[in-house]
T-cell receptor, first 113, second 108 residues
């Protein structure tokens, strides 16, 4: 069966420090991968998505970047965190075949102090 | 542009009353629409998809292309329906966007 792992679950980082959140998927190949930020009143904001290795689509210009070094690995990064980067980050995957649902990770609560 | 709008951030109804969560979308192509639900302390999960024309947990949603809407309905609300509900649209290139979400509270 397919599973998605996202870590860490919580993270407290100082302003100006780098960030690396990792998401991996097991049990499937060539998944579509997504990074979202969930904020109260703003819903689920799509940040990045990827349909293949090295293919990244950026939706919102901001202080973050994403990379997909391997088929089932999706990384969210920042060189220097801002206070406004605080939030709840969700990784998700979906299959490229037919119209199948997206499966979400447990999320990472990032607090920038 | 691909966009989903859920006009109600909060919705509160009494148990047994009908529920309707509104969703409108903007997309120039043929949309694939979904409703996702997040119960307390659980992961976001699929509730239903328009292509299946299914009823899940008593909920249904009909795609109205003329009004570009995909409202979620249930005739008789139950307390366990209290959750956060998101409408989502998958468009071209596998891009999946969500609305702002509606927090549904069912009062006893």
């Amino acid at each position: 069966s397919q599973t998605i792992h996202q870590w860490p679950a919580t993270l407290v980082q100082p302003v100006g420090s780098p960030l690396s959140l990792e998401c991996t998927v097991e049990g499937t190949s060539n998944p579509n991968l997504y990074w979202y930020r969930q904020a109260a009143g703003r819903g689920l904001q799509l940040l990045f998505y990827s349909v293949g290795i090295g293919q990244i689509s950026s939706e919102v210009p901001q202080n973050l970047s994403a990379s997909r070094p391997q088929d089932r690995q999706f990384i969210l990064s920042s060189k220097k965190l801002l206070l406004s980067d605080s939030g709840f980050y969700l990784c998700a995957w979906s299959s490229d075949s037919l119209i199948l649902e997206a499966f979400f990770g447990q999320g990472t609560r990032l607090t920038v102090v | 542009a691909q966009r989903v709008t859920q006009p109600e951030k909060l919705l509160s109804v009494f148990k047994g009353a009908p529920v309707e969560l509104k969703c409108n979308y903007s997309y120039s192509g043929s949309p694939e629409l979904f409703w996702y639900v997040q119960y307390s302390r659980q992961r976001l999960q699929l509730l239903l998809r328009h292509i299946s024309r299914e009823s899940i947990k008593g909920f249904t949603a009909d795609l109205n292309k003329g009004e570009t809407s995909f409202h979620l309905k249930k005739p008789f609300a139950q307390e366990e329906d209290s959750a956060m509900y998101y409408c989502a649209l998958k468009g071209g290139a596998q891009k999946l966007v969500f609305g702002q979400g509606t927090r549904l509270t069912i009062n006893p």
